[in-house]
């Protein structure tokens, strides 16, 4: 049975950080891309970032470029986000995600269809 478990969420000031972390089991983690999404209330999810098997592709959403870093260490079957310089707007609920793709595809990492594994998510609230 594949479990996805996120922690790390919390309530922070603008400008300030968060280190998000995602673990796997039950799947053979260095296998899959990882990817990052959010939701905030009444908005789709949207594709944050994505990390291939082998963690040389990282794909981001436009609007956290330069902000946030995705990462994995596959010996501890742990995907990261360590998200800086938060902003209000970056509120959200965030979700872990697997793909057995494991590429990262062109624009097809930041869709949910993509994705087979998901966690129930953790909460970011950024405060003005």
């Known amino acids: 049975q594949v479990q996805v478990v996120e922690s790390g969420g919390g309530l922070v000031q603008a400008g300030g950080s968060l280190r998000l972390s995602c673990t796997a089991s039950?799947?053979?983690?260095?296998?899959?891309?990882m990817g990052w999404f959010r939701q905030a209330p009444g908005k789709e999810r949207e594709g944050v970032a994505c990390?291939?098997?082998?963690?040389?592709?990282?794909p981001y959403a436009d609007l956290v470029k330069g902000r946030f870093t995705i990462s994995r260490d596959n010996a501890k079957k742990t995907l990261y986000l360590q998200m800086n310089s938060l902003k209000p707007e970056d509120t959200a609920m965030y979700y872990c995600?697997?793909?057995?793709?494991?590429?990262?595809?062109?624009?097809?990492?930041?869709?949910?269809?993509?994705?087979?594994?998901w966690g129930q998510g953790t909460q970011v609230t950024v405060s003005s």
């Open positions: 995600a697997a793909d057995r793709d494991g590429y990262c595809s062109g624009s097809s990492w930041s869709t949910v269809p993509e994705y087979q594994y």
């Open positions: 039950g799947l053979t983690f260095g296998d899959y891309a």
């Open positions: 990390i291939s098997r082998s963690g040389r592709n990282t």
